[in-house]
Nanobody, 124 residues
């Protein structure tokens, strides 16, 4: 059973940066495409970024393009989300997810494993 554990969330001022990490255990991460999603209270979870198995292909939501960068280190079984120029509207819980599908996907239902989430709060 694959387990994903996010870390790196916290409180930051608008315009600041945070780097989220997602460590995988129970299987080699290079078997999975990885994604980050986020969810605000009372709202549906939304796609943020995704990366394919070898890190060569990435996708981003329009709302974070140019500000966030997803990357992975398969040797460390870890995927990262570097978040720059943070805005108050980025204040949500961020989730890491792993997909066993051969092609990287932005669709929430195509992810098989999920972490517990980490809170990011951006103050204005």
């Amino acid at each position: 059973q694959v387990q994903l554990v996010e870390s790196g969330g916290g409180l930051v001022q608008a315009g600041g940066s945070l780097r989220l990490s997602c460590a995988a255990s129970g299987g080699s991460q290079n078997r999975f495409a990885m994604g980050w999603f986020r969810q605000a209270p009372g709202k549906e979870r939304e796609f943020v970024a995704a990366i394919n198995r070898n890190g060569a292909i990435t996708y981003y939501a329009d709302s974070v393009k140019g500000r966030f960068t997803i990357s992975r280190d398969n040797a460390k079984n870890t995927v990262y989300l570097q978040m720059n120029s943070l805005k108050p509207e980025d204040t949500v819980v961020y989730y890491c997810a792993a997909s066993t599908r051969a092609v990287v996907t932005v669709t929430e239902t195509e992810y098989d494993y999920w972490g517990q989430g980490t809170q990011v709060t951006v103050s204005s």
